[in-house]
Each structure stands twice: as structure tokens, then as C-alpha cells.
């Protein structure tokens, strides 16, 4: 039988063990991100970054008509059309209703892990802006119902937003152009076309 000083001696000894162990097995359980796609594939990258990140600035023009930015949380579903969960008593939305031209930018460096230390300003640390059209979907819409299950999955809080007096819509940014930066180059132009031929990853 062992003694107190054994049994304190063994467990010191194999805790860090076990609890190394606990941790590898829910690490290797994890999806790891996607593998960052080669900057000189335009469309594939833009795309990759949009589906990886989480929020961004998203632009309209005030009563003024001077920009108005507003970060917003945002989920593609997969299909590169960037699409919001806003309140309508929000500025942006009040703004999108009267003056629906908008932008919305993201930075790679958002995601934490693939910029290595560069500054978000660093060409090689990617962002892009896309500019177009902010669009009320129809709450009742397969397009807003589908979105609207996107939105709830990668922002989970989103669901308990109040649904019964019709505060929060779902709204789409329809892309009328792309400026993408990634690369320490002469910015090439990245057409709509292109962006949505372009598979996801």
C-alpha cells in the first residue's frame, strides 16, 4: 500500500502527463484553419479571406452624405456574398435604407494567425474592400432564410437578438467591386466575375 508521500510524489510526477495527453487529444479534435491559398491567386485568396474572417468595417453614407464606418459581424455561407445581421434602429441600416451605397473591408490581420508579425498596414498582411449595394432581404426569402442560418452558426449570440418586432434583418452586400492587397506589387484588378468563379477554402 503506498504511503501519502507516495501517492503526492506519483501524482506530481504523471498530472502533467495525463493532462498533456487531454489536451493533444483535443487539439488533434479541432479543424485546423484552411492553409492560407498563394497571394498570386487573386479570386482564391479573396475568397479564402472573406470565408475565414469574422467582422469588418462596413461603410455607408450619413444624412451628410460623409462616410459613416461601423464595425459589423458578417458570415459569407460559403458563397462570398458578405451578409449582416443589423437592427434597423442602428445607424448603418437607417443610413443603407435612404443611401444604399456601401463598402466593407476586412484585414487579414483580423484572423490572428497568418500575418506572422506584420503590421496591418504591411502589403503583405492582405485586406480588401469591396463596394457595392447594402440590401434588405426579405425575411421570409429562401436567400434570407439561408443566410440568416449562416449568420446564427458563426455567430451564435446573433440568436438571441429580438425577432418578434422585426429590429434585426438580414442584409446582403451586393458587389459592384474589389480591392484587394496582398502582395508587395502593383495592384492588380480582381473582377466580380472572378471573385464568384472562384472556389472557397
Same mark, same amino acid.
Given at each position: 500500500?503506498? $504511503?501519502?508521500? #507516495? $501517492?503526492i510524489?506519483?501524482?506530481?510526477?504523471?498530472?502533467?502527463?495525463?493532462?498533456?495527453?487531454?489536451?493533444?487529444?483535443?487539439s488533434? &479534435?479541432?479543424s485546423?484553419?484552411?492553409?492560407r491559398p498563394?497571394?498570386e491567386?487573386?479570386?482564391?485568396?479573396?475568397?479564402?479571406?472573406?470565408?475565414q474572417?469574422?467582422?469588418?468595417?462596413?461603410?455607408?453614407?450619413?444624412?451628410?452624405?460623409?462616410?459613416?464606418?461601423?464595425?459589423?459581424?458578417y458570415?459569407?455561407?460559403?458563397?462570398?456574398?458578405?451578409y449582416f445581421?443589423?437592427?434597423?434602429?442602428?445607424?448603418?441600416?437607417?443610413?443603407?435604407s435612404?443611401?444604399?451605397?456601401a463598402?466593407? $473591408?476586412l484585414?487579414?490581420y483580423e484572423l490572428?494567425?497568418s500575418c506572422?508579425?506584420?503590421?496591418?498596414?504591411s502589403?503583405?498582411c492582405a485586406?480588401i474592400?469591396?463596394?457595392g449595394r447594402?440590401?434588405l432581404?426579405?425575411?421570409?426569402?429562401?436567400?434570407?432564410s439561408?443566410?440568416?442560418?449562416?449568420?446564427? #452558426?458563426k455567430?451564435? &449570440?446573433?440568436?438571441?437578438?429580438?425577432?418578434?418586432?422585426?429590429t434585426?434583418?438580414?442584409f446582403?452586400?451586393?458587389?459592384?467591386?474589389?480591392?484587394?492587397?496582398n502582395?508587395a506589387?502593383p495592384?492588380?484588378n480582381?473582377?466580380?466575375?472572378?471573385?464568384?468563379?472562384?472556389?472557397?477554402?
Amino acid at each position: 500500500m503506498k $504511503t501519502i508521500k #507516495e $501517492t503526492i510524489l506519483h501524482n506530481f510526477i504523471f498530472a502533467p502527463i495525463i493532462f498533456s495527453l487531454i489536451i493533444s487529444q483535443v487539439s488533434s &479534435q479541432s479543424s485546423p484553419s484552411p492553409a492560407r491559398p498563394p497571394p498570386e491567386d487573386a479570386p482564391v485568396f479573396a475568397r479564402w479571406l472573406v470565408k475565414q474572417g469574422l467582422w469588418g468595417v462596413l461603410n455607408t453614407l450619413d444624412s451628410a452624405r460623409s462616410p459613416f464606418g461601423n464595425v459589423m459581424s458578417y458570415s459569407d455561407g460559403g458563397t462570398g456574398t458578405p451578409y449582416f445581421y443589423l437592427s434597423t434602429l442602428d445607424p448603418t441600416a437607417v443610413f443603407g435604407s435612404i443611401n444604399p451605397r456601401a463598402s466593407f $473591408t476586412l484585414s487579414e490581420y483580423e484572423l490572428g494567425y497568418s500575418c506572422n508579425g506584420k503590421d496591418p498596414q504591411s502589403p503583405l498582411c492582405a485586406k480588401i474592400t469591396f463596394s457595392g449595394r447594402l440590401k434588405l432581404l426579405a425575411p421570409n426569402s429562401k436567400e434570407g432564410s439561408v443566410a440568416r442560418g449562416a449568420l446564427f #452558426e458563426k455567430h451564435p &449570440q446573433f440568436r438571441g437578438f429580438p425577432l418578434q418586432n422585426g429590429t434585426f434583418n438580414v442584409f446582403k452586400l451586393v458587389i459592384k467591386s474589389i480591392f484587394l492587397v496582398n502582395l508587395a506589387a502593383p495592384q492588380r484588378n480582381l473582377t466580380v466575375e472572378e471573385y464568384y468563379l472562384a472556389k472557397s477554402t
